[in-house]
T-cell receptor
Framework: QKEVEQDPGPLSVPEGAIVSLNCTYS??????FMWYRQYSRKGPELLMY????GNKEDGRFTAQVDKSSKYISLFIRDSQPSDSATYLC??????????????FGKGTHLIIQP | SQTIHQWPATLVQPVGSPLSLECTVE??????LYWYRQAAGRGLQLLFY??????ISSEVPQNLSASRPQDRQFILSSKKLLLSDSGFYLC????????????FGDGTRLSIL
């Protein structure tokens, strides 16, 4: 079983829709959870950073962490064509990653149709 | 504000040639630094981690090496490139103080011919 599972997509939705992106993981030691957005030929850009279970909201983005189910989600409200990108979930046992770095999902390719 | 720079953005090298990729961070001191590789269809893989000058931890045995000659400079090297070294190489940093995430540069796309 892979440490982090993420549906690669592509996920195609119409502009204005609510998008739900998800990852599951197996390592119960993970405490720090991140979502990155990656445009083609660019580095990942940090969107959300959360610690332990709960919700965190930032503008149109909401991150949810359910440690009991080992499941994290990113919701995007009022999706825009500029949100079209690959979304990577990442997690770690130590803040900042530490010597183990971050463990990433393979990314979900999201397409927002105008 | 802090910024991270990687160069070159794109590189095409023949098999067996040497490699040197550079990463620098501005606006912070004593950062943790990381090298990752992102191969097609695979997630990001941690290659090297550094907490300070001259301190390098390697995650994956390979023909790559890393060095940190200055506090905010991280270099990825190889003496002889293999075809399997092709990929997208990303440098990242995080603050030394806890509870802060990693931030990535824009990467170097390396093609081995």
């Amino acid at each position: 079983q892979k440490e982090v599972e993420q549906d690669p997509g592509p996920l195609s939705v119409p502009e204005g829709a609510i998008v739900s992106l998800n990852c599951t993981y197996s390592n119960s030691a993970f405490q720090y959870f991140m979502w990155y957005r990656q445009y083609s030929r660019k580095g990942p850009e940090l969107l959300m950073y959360t610690y332990s279970s709960g919700n965190k909201e930032d503008g149109r983005f909401t991150a949810q962490v359910d440690k009991s189910s080992k499941y994290i989600s990113l919701f995007i409200r009022d999706s825009q064509p500029s949100d079209s990108a690959t979304y990577l979930c990442a997690m770690s046992s130590y803040s900042g990653g530490g010597a183990d770095g971050l463990t990433f999902g393979k990314g979900t390719h999201l397409i927002i149709q105008p | 504000s802090q910024t991270i720079h990687q160069w070159p953005a794109t590189l095409v090298q023949p098999v067996g040639s040497p490699l040197s990729l550079e990463c620098t961070v501005e606006g912070t001191s004593n950062p943790n630094l990381y090298w990752y590789r992102q191969a097609a269809g695979r997630g990001l893989q941690l290659l090297f981690y550094s907490v300070g000058i001259g301190q390098i931890s390697s995650e994956v045995p390979q023909n790559l090496s890393a060095s940190r000659p200055q506090d905010r400079q991280f270099i990825l090297s190889s003496k002889k490139l293999l075809l399997s070294d092709s990929g997208f190489y990303l440098c990242a940093w995080s603050p030394a103080n806890p509870n802060q995430p990693q931030h990535f540069g824009d990467g170097t796309r390396l093609s081995i011919l």
